[in-house]
């Protein structure tokens, strides 16, 4: 492979019609809303789950969003996760509201406002990305501390299951293959990618309550300008910067000067820029875990596509701030 996976993040799921939706959850719709759901678009084509995520028209006139997911799925306990932070989130969070929930035995449904806007970053563009950093900016001085309590950090969830934080080490001992379709000088790289896992629980301390999971399919400019962010199932503690650098490999892949943004920006102009760095190399040793095996149950082959190309893009970056491949 020359170069990473095109992965076109508005096409990255495989959703149910409002047809296949039982009609047990279409009942409890419309009663927690008070009228009848008239019409149902087409499910949105971003994410990676199976969830069924669209807008929908109500018989009084009101147009919203609606996410449902059988309990079989990740996005069930996801969905829950959602309804219960976004009412928590303050309103520099631009996300939109949650209007009401629904259940079956084996179903989950969440309501929200309805915003008539589109994905960023696809590809990124100067607007985009100054709108967007607007955005993070706003929402980490809201956000530190942290106005949500109870929270874990987003260290432990790097660490669950098998730890991202040891997948570089194990691929220089053997004990896990390395991902085909990489840059050619990954190899030589991984001793220092491993020795930055080292610094990775210091550099991700924090007090901030982050997305943890802020990705342009996660992030929507309506068609005045403003930039909503969607998608709050991921809530973790870290630090303030966290969300918005995690933005930056791939906008720099497709042309954004980060190099200039980090020294301009708020969230980075007095961050050391190791932080940043060892931030940057567990997500790509996260990526790294598994992308050669099949995609988890309930999630699109998409998936490891993006794996693919956030390992590319988050080594690319790390390559040219501490010159690999000089």
């Known amino acids: 492979m020359s170069g990473p996976p095109d992965v076109d993040y508005r096409a990255t799921s495989l959703r149910p019609t409002w047809d296949a939706l039982p009609e047990a959850l279409k009942h409890a719709l419309s009663v927690a809303l008070g009228t009848d759901i008239v019409d149902a678009s087409p499910s949105v084509t971003s994410g990676f789950t199976g969830g069924f995520a669209a807008p929908v028209r109500l018989a009084d006139g009101r147009r919203v969003f609606v996410k449902a997911s059988d309990n079989t799925l990740h996005s069930y306990g996801a969905y829950q996760r959602e309804a219960e932070v976004v009412p928590q989130l303050p309103d520099a969070a631009q996300a939109p509201a949650i209007i009401t929930t629904a259940r079956t035995d084996d179903w989950f449904a969440v309501v929200s406002e309805w915003v008539d806007a589109r994905m960023p970053g696809a590809p990124w563009t100067a607007a985009d990305f100054a709108v967007v950093t607007a955005r993070c900016e706003a929402l980490a001085d809201a956000m530190t501390p942290s106005p949500i309590a109870g929270l874990d950090t987003f260290l432990m969830d790097l660490e669950s299951g098998e730890s991202a934080l040891l997948v570089p080490e194990q691929i220089l001992a053997g004990d896990r293959p390395l991902p085909r379709g990489l840059q050619e000088w990954v190899p030589r790289v991984l001793p220092e990618l491993a020795d930055l896992m080292n610094a990775v629980p210091d550099a991700l301390s924090g ?109 690319d970056w790390l390559a040219t701030r501490r010159g690999w491949t000089a």
């Open 207 to 315: 007090t901030a309550a982050t997305h943890g999971d802020l990705r342009p399919d996660n992030l929507l400019v309506d068609t005045t300008g403003t930039c909503w962010t969607v998608d709050w199932n991921w809530l973790a503690l870290g630090p303030r910067w966290m969300d918005w650098v995690g933005l930056l490999p791939v906008a720099q892949h497709q042309g954004i000067d980060t190099g200039t943004a980090i020294r301009s920006s708020s969230l980075t102009a007095d961050v050391p820029a190791d932080e940043l760095d060892c931030f940057i190399a567990v997500i790509a040793a996260y990526m790294l875990k598994n992308p050669d095996t099949p995609p988890p149950h309930g999630t699109t082959p998409a998936l490891r596509e993006h794996q693919r190309f956030y390992a590319w893009t988050f080594l």
